[in-house]
């Protein structure tokens, strides 16, 4: 994908170069870059061959670890694993921390030291007792998963990364039987596989297939007849590439791949349920989105303005616009519905949208309990939704047309220009007023230090008793106060 693209984006940088990494852009959009090398692509294969490819290669995490795991995971974890309620002994062993736990003297897994885990000691014991897992189970193991498992100690009792959580590597580059045909590292992992297979490489595609392809995988779209004419036509060793930088020109470009985080997004032009009401200004964000991949937007930016670009220091209207990623939620208007219930529900939809579309979890399982298969808990669960539960939505009608929008913004600048004038008196009369706040502190601390006792009464010392009409308060002996007539009940005294 990122071959295609018009600012080398880093898995397509470290394919053609791994000295040339970058740490910013961790993962792209296909970017849009200068084609000048598109052209060296081997062309006997449709992208969606090199998509494929790419998560081939991509998943290259194996050895000991993972087949360690994966025989915890099939006769240890249902008694010692995620489950709370299930685990036996207090013992987990599907994290690391669990595994080396102290137990009173002895650990599980002892890293470098097989012989002194009891891990190994359970799975090779005689005694029905103690044998792991127990005979009731009707499981057990073979001595080579036992190997297995003796041979992951010795190295360390390492335990595999997420993957959501292990960092994009350069895969090393394939060698290859036969290197006929090699133009570029891409064409090295495509012929390797075909080389796995035996089989061997398509004829290069004819023009006019080429054409289509490209058009399809940038755009989406079909060919002008036109156009693919004049391709056909075109002998210059760089047509193929002139072609990729016009496709990538296209404001079609960020339509076709915007659509995808659209989708992550789950972005839709009505509320869902069963009235499914239209959202008139719901394509805001999605032109935000296609402005984004037209202009190359980096995926920190692109990240930042969509969870929090409201909060950025002067705050863009369009870094605004792109937190309406939090506001795709379905919307329940249906009658009698429990509000709370489903802004709660919308809550926890832009929660679990979060963790699929950028820490690459399925949280929806830790609402009720741990989470059996991606590492979060709980508690972790609602300590993130106490984060996105601390603000209403809000309705306002946006301007309908470009006019509207002029006024809005001429009458919002005056708005802000009032406003910002009586924060300036406020401000001003706050800063007045500290010194004697400050004074009035010490001056009753001072008091309340020279009474006794704290509990004697106090009364208050007024001024002028204040009238109301034909009514007056008079003070007693006895620091009360009385009214001299019958007064009604609305009537009221400042003092």
């Given at each position: 994908m990122g071959i295609l693209g018009k600012k080398e984006n880093r898995f397509d940088r470290f394919l053609l170069d791994p000295s040339k990494t970058s740490e910013r852009n961790h993962f792209c959009f296909p970017q849009r870059k200068t084609a000048s090398r598109v052209n060296k692509v081997n062309l006997s294969f449709p992208s969606s061959f090199l998509l494929a490819l790419f998560a081939f290669s991509a998943d290259a995490e194996s050895g000991v670890a993972t087949k360690a795991r994966a025989i915890?995971?099939?006769?240890?974890?249902?008694?010692?694993?995620?489950?709370?309620e299930q685990r036996k002994a207090k013992l987990r062993l599907d994290v690391r921390e669990g595994a080396l736990k102290d137990l009173g003297g002895y650990q599980s897994v002892m890293p470098g030291k097989p012989d002194q885990s009891e891990l190994i000691a359970r799975l090779t014991t005689k005694d029905e007792d103690e044998v792991m897992p127990p005979k009731k189970t009707g499981k057990s193991l073979s001595k080579e998963e036992i190997d297995v498992l003796k041979q992951w100690i010795s190295e360390g009792a390492d335990y595999p990364?997420?993957?959501?959580?292990?960092?994009?590597?350069?895969?090393?580059?394939?060698?290859?039987?036969?290197?006929?045909?090699?133009?570029?590292?891409?064409?090295?992992?495509?012929?390797?596989?075909?080389?796995?297979?035996?089989?061997?490489?398509?004829?290069?595609?004819?023009?006019?297939?080429?054409?289509?392809?490209?058009?399809?995988?940038?755009?989406?779209?079909?060919?002008?007849?036109?156009?693919?004419?004049?391709?056909?036509?075109?002998?210059?060793?760089?047509?193929?590439?002139?072609?990729?930088?016009?496709?990538?020109?296209s404001t079609h470009f960020g339509e076709r791949w915007g659509r995808h985080w659209l989708d992550v997004a789950r972005y839709a032009d009505s509320d869902g349920y069963e009235k499914d009401r239209a959202r008139p200004n719901a394509w805001r964000y999605r032109d935000w989105v296609?402005?984004?991949?037209?202009?190359?937007?980096?995926?920190?930016?692109?990240?930042?303005?969509?969870?929090?670009?409201?909060?950025?220091?002067?705050?863009?209207p369009k870094q605004r616009l792109a937190t309406a990623f939090h506001r795709q939620t379905l919307t329940n208007t249906e009658g009698g519905t429990d509000q709370e219930q489903w802004r709660v529900a919308a809550v926890m939809d832009r929660l679990e949208t979060t963790g699929a579309a950028w820490l690459g979890l399925t949280l929806t399982c830790a609402r009720c309990h741990d989470h059996k298969y991606d590492n979060i808990t709980q508690d972790e669960y609602y300590q993130l939704f106490a984060f996105y539960n601390n603000g209403d939505e809000t309705n306002y009608a946006l301007p309908s047309s470009a006019a509207a929008l002029a006024k809005y913004e001429k009458d919002k600048a005056t708005h802000d220009k009032q406003v910002s004038a009586l924060e300036k008196t406020l401000n001003d009369w706050t800063a007045s007023r500290k010194d004697a706040q400050a004074l009035w502190e010490k001056k009753t601390r001072e008091r309340l230090s020279a009474i006794k006792d704290p509990i004697t009464h106090h009364p208050l010392k007024l001024g002028p008793l204040p009238k109301q009409g034909d009514f007056r308060l008079v003070a007693r002996e006895d620091d009360s106060l009385f009214v001299e007539k019958l007064v009604p009940e609305t009537t009221t005294f400042l003092l």
């Open positions: 915890m995971a099939e006769n240890c974890f249902d008694c010692h694993g995620p489950d709370k990364i997420h993957w959501a959580y292990r960092p994009i590597l350069p895969p090393p580059l394939p060698k290859l039987k036969n290197e006929k045909g090699v133009q570029n590292p891409i064409d090295r992992f495509v012929f390797a596989k075909l080389e796995d297979l035996n089989r061997t490489p398509s004829p290069e595609a004819d023009r006019r297939t080429l054409a289509k392809r490209l058009h399809y995988d940038f755009l989406g779209l079909p060919p002008d007849p036109a156009r693919v004419d004049k391709f056909v036509k075109d002998q210059s060793p760089n047509a193929y590439a002139d072609l990729v930088e016009e496709l990538l020109a296609i402005e984004a991949v037209n202009e190359d937007l980096p995926y920190d930016q692109f990240t930042v303005e969509q969870l929090a670009g409201d909060l950025l220091p002067e705050a863009t």
